[in-house]
């Protein structure tokens, strides 16, 4: 996708978003996978949900009055690929890695401008609780954010704008139509979707019995990623497999949401001292002061989620186990 962004004239940017909403019209009717189909018919239905999510979520994310727009576009595109990698074996690899690598460049480029939206939100409300006058020099500290979130939009615009985005828009599409390329297999989808879903789940059990006692922040949030794939798996095997698949969906999806919130608090608290950083001479004592209370409150946050997870994590491991 890289290769063709810049293959449209700035003259031409003012009609993609007519030509992407064109694109919704060719979709075919909704797929649904019976359950004893073959994986690549599951991960169809899976990538037709997603693109239609896509796809409404196109004009949001492009005109920015709704974060939740971009944020639902991010998730699309995440879970998209994490089907295409749950369903790999048993599909074409010219077709499903190509594609899986270019939903994740537009993945990177909607990264970072949500990344900001969720750090921005959460330091303001944070900031918001200080007392009166150092809620003044937290914003000026948090105006910081300002240039850095106009940059990664302009970026983001420019992907959304490109010949690349429209072709991999295109590719999807014509993907939906028909039955997807795929290896040769008369495999029950239902049995072997669950399968792999407890094959993550074991590969998850092994990486926690390896941490340390107080795991490091940057193991913590490998082991999110872990338990990001194993419930996008979980939500492919959901709707053929049963109520032990929906059960280690739903304790994943938690003991994500901990170990997110505590990734968030670490990296917010990075950023807070690297806006200090870039102010230099110019952060005046109360800027200091109202940045160092907000690392306080950040630091709190990242401590509560610590304490929580290994109790999420129970939960997953005993519905893992019945898998």
Known sequence: MTSERAALDES???????????????????????SDAPVHEHVRAALDHRTRRLLEHDPGTRSGEDPEDLHQMRVAVRRMRAVLKAGGPF???????PLRADLGELGRALGPVR??????????????????E????ADRLLQGFDAEHDSARRELLSVLDSQGYLDLLHRLVAALNTPLPHQDSDVDGSETLRTLAAKQFRTLRKEIRALDTEPADDALHAIRIRVKRLRYTGELATPISGKPVRRVVKAAARLQ????D?????????RLRTLVTE????????????AGRLVEREHRRRLAQRDL??????????RGEAL
């Open 134 to 137: 150092d809620q003044r020099a």
């Open 262 to 270: 505590h990734q968030d608090a670490c990296v917010a608290i990075e």
């Open 257 to 260: 949401d901990v170990i997110g």
């Open 115 to 132: 990344d900001l939206d969720v750090m921005s939100a959460q330091l303001r409300a944070q900031a918001a609780g200080l007392p009166v």
């Open 309 to 318: 997870w290994p109790g999420a994590w129970r939960k997953l491991r005993k």
């Open 12 to 34: 031409d940017t003012a009609t993609v978003a007519s030509r992407v909403e064109d694109l919704g019209q060719s979709l075919p009717t909704q797929v649904h996978a019976p």
């Open 91 to 97: 599909l074409d690899a010219s077709f499903a890695e």
């Open 279 to 290: 102010l230099g001479d110019e952060a005046c004592p109360d800027v200091a002061l109202a």
